[in-house]
């Protein structure tokens, strides 16, 4: 009886509860490996100390790290998310046998090119270019000590990205854009973000209202919600609702003055997916296309039409699934037509494609395996 081929993981964070961005693909990642008899030694770096049983069900081993909050490694060389999660016990865990490295964003990648791994395959998941994304938040940062950090980080890891990821046997990425701006780097792979979605359960019919979901603390976030508030619900009575965490006094006080839009933090999951399923149509613009919105794929799977920017699909393959407008104007357009459009079986039958395609967690999940074990 042959053993099961083994697989170190190393997560950037606590990956449950699946709750936000690349957690989210690092989770169902994990599960769907699982599934393929893949033996995992989870590594995680922790937040708050928490722990969870849940991963147990799916991993061989978990093995949890602090992660580190002083002020001096801001002043590091190292990006602060990498040398953050520095710790030598990392190191020392992966020795314990040859198994092949999955490291979790650039995050994780501290001992990469550490003389010990030298003969061991390692991989990377880039959930982002993240010296793209860094300079984005800076761009849409409000505070100038939040700007200097976010503007000194992204130039830290256009240099450490120089730097490791040649150092890796392959890079998985998140979208088609990002493999191409990654493949002068070596064997550069495009595997769709892992998500939670067996099936298409967008409801036929209409409601009356728009949604806007994120984490709200997220200066991204807050940008998009503060143009939909500002640029374009201003000039439609149509109702918008804003759900997520930690809204910025900016956006609340601009929702405050209008009418149509009303914003809920402090939500369960539970009943943020019962809104994403409910709404008319859920409004996501972007202003920074990088990787591939989680919250996209959420809206896709589970909601009605979904009311998106260029930025928004650029790269993914699913602008054919989307409605897209870029000019205020535009974005007022189409939300008057959508607002009396009943929402058909025809365009869920349209999405089932998304689960034989290149967002079904069981192809790409099959496509790690073909490539981290070759030979099983």
């Not at 606590?14 to 690349?22: A, F, N, R, S």
């Not at 069900?57 to 998310?81: A, G, H, M, N, W």
């Not at 508030?229 to 965490?245: A, C, D, M, Q, R």
Request: glycine share 6%.
């Amino acid at each position: 009886m042959s053993l099961k081929p083994k697989l170190h993981v190393v997560s950037f964070a606590v990956p449950y509860p699946p709750d936000y961005g690349g957690i989210i693909d690092v989770f169902y990642k994990i599960k769907n490996l699982s599934h393929l008899g893949v033996s995992i030694v989870l590594h995680v770096f922790q937040y708050d100390g928490r722990e969870s049983d849940e991963l147990n069900k799916y991993c061989e081993k978990v093995i949890y790290y602090p992660r580190s909050r002083k002020f001096s490694d801001q002043l590091s060389t190292l990006p602060f998310i990498v040398k953050s999660r520095t710790d030598h016990n990392l190191l020392a865990n992966l020795l314990k046998d040859d198994a092949p490295i999955l490291f979790e964003g650039l995050h994780t990648t501290c001992f990469i090119d550490h003389p010990a791994l030298a003969g061991r395959k390692r991989y990377i998941r880039m959930h982002n270019i993240e010296s793209d994304y860094y300079y984005h938040l800076y761009k849409a940062e409000k505070s100038w000590t939040k700007k200097l950090f976010f503007y000194l980080e992204s130039l830290k890891l256009a240099r450490y990205e120089k730097a490791v990821l040649g150092k890796a046997n392959g890079i998985f990425t998140v979208s088609e854009k990002d493999t191409q701006q990654l493949q002068s780097y070596g064997n550069t792979l495009f595997v769709g973000a892992f998500h939670s979605f067996e099936k298409v359960s967008s409801a036929e019919g209409k409601s009356n209202f728009a949604l806007y979901h994120g984490k709200l603390d997220v200066a991204e976030n807050n940008e998009a919600a503060l143009f939909l508030v500002n640029e374009v619900f201003t000039k439609t009575e149509y109702p918008l609702l804003i759900v997520g965490s930690n809204p910025s006094k900016e956006l609340m006080n601009a929702a405050e003055k209008r009418k149509n839009i009303e914003v809920r933090t402090g939500l369960p999951t539970a009943e943020i997916h019962r809104l994403l399923a409910e709404a008319q149509m859920n409004a996501l613009p972007t202003f920074q296309s990088t990787g591939v919105k989680l919250k996209l794929l959420s809206a896709l799977y589970s909601g009605r039409f979904c009311l998106v920017n260029e930025a928004m699909v650029k790269g993914t393959g699913l602008a054919e699934y989307c409605v897209l407008a870029e000019k205020p104007e535009e974005w007022v357009k189409e939300i008057d037509r959508l607002k009396n459009t009943s929402f058909s079986a025809q365009e869920i039958e349209k999405r089932e494609k998304l689960i034989s395609g290149q967002y079904s967690n069981k192809i790409n999940a099959a496509k790690l395996y073909a490539f981290i074990f070759p030979s099983s």
